[in-house]
């Protein structure tokens, strides 16, 4: 809530904070798990890029000292468990799009 507050938490990506844009693509993946038969995997794709992307980025930042990502109540850098709900989510979603069930064809 500090982006709304006027407490700046997340690192910023020109005038928008990275927090907004990492937001907008869980949102995108979100949208073609809900509604796959409508939405084209292309869609999951594009927003996991994005969350790979940043969560990537901020985890090698902090692991090379520089304080990037915002932390959690004990401390830890919030990018470390987006980088691993992002390759959760993706094993899962591949994982999903090879299970087809015979009237699938």
């Not at 982006?3 to 990275?18: E, I, K, V, Y």
């Not at 990037?68 to 980088?83: A, D, I």
């Amino acid at each position: 809530m500090g982006q709304f507050t006027g407490q700046a938490q997340c690192p910023q990506l020109g005038d928008l904070p990275a927090c907004y844009v990492v937001l907008a693509c869980y949102t995108l993946i979100l949208i073609s798990a809900v509604l796959r038969s409508a939405i084209p995997s292309w869609i999951f794709w594009i927003g996991w890029l994005g969350v790979f992307a940043m969560a990537m980025t901020g985890t090698v930042l902090e692991i090379a000292g520089m304080q990037t990502c915002p932390r959690t109540g004990g401390g830890t850098p919030t990018c470390f468990y987006s980088l691993g709900l992002a390759i959760l989510l993706a094993l899962l979603f591949i994982a999903s799009s090879e299970r087809k069930l015979p009237d699938d064809r």
